[in-house]
C-alpha cells in the first residue's frame, strides 16, 4: 500500500477557500490516477476531482469552475484548490493514488459561518 496524507483542511467561511494537499510517500503519484473524494454525513462518498497520469483532469459538475486540481511532481503531492466554498460542500475529504488505489486517512473540511 502506498500511505497517502491529507493536510490542509478545517473551518471556513461560505465564500472562503482551502487548498488540500495529498501526499504519498513509497510511490509516484504521476504515474497513476489521483483522485479527491468527499464523504457528508448520511451520504455516500463521491468523487470531486481526479488528475491522470498524463494531467487530464475531470470534476464533478458540483465543484467545476470553483475546484482545481494539481500535482506537484517534484515533492509527489497533489493538491486541491478549492475557491467559494458552500456549506454543501462540508464533508470528510479523502485522496485515492497509487498502484493499487489506496485511500488516505480523510480530512475534515467544514464551511459556516
Known amino acids: 500500500q502506498v500511505p497517502l496524507v491529507e493536510s490542509g483542511g478545517g473551518l471556513v467561511q461560505p465564500g472562503g477557500s482551502l487548498r488540500l494537499s495529498c501526499a504519498a510517500s513509497g510511490s509516484i503519484l504521476s504515474l497513476y490516477t489521483t483522485g479527491w473524494y468527499r464523504q457528508a454525513p448520511g451520504k455516500q462518498r463521491e468523487l470531486v476531482a481526479e488528475i491522470t497520469s498524463r494531467d487530464s483532469t475531470n470534476y464533478s459538475d458540483s465543484v467545476k469552475g470553483r475546484f482545481t486540481i494539481s500535482r506537484h511532481n517534484t515533492i509527489n503531492t497533489v493538491y486541491l484548490q478549492m475557491n467559494s466554498l458552500k456549506p454543501e460542500d462540508t464533508a470528510v475529504y479523502y485522496c485515492?493514488?497509487?498502484?493499487?488505489?489506496?485511500w488516505g486517512q480523510g480530512i475534515q473540511v467544514a464551511v459556516s459561518s
Open positions: 485515492r493514488g497509487g498502484p493499487f488505489g489506496a
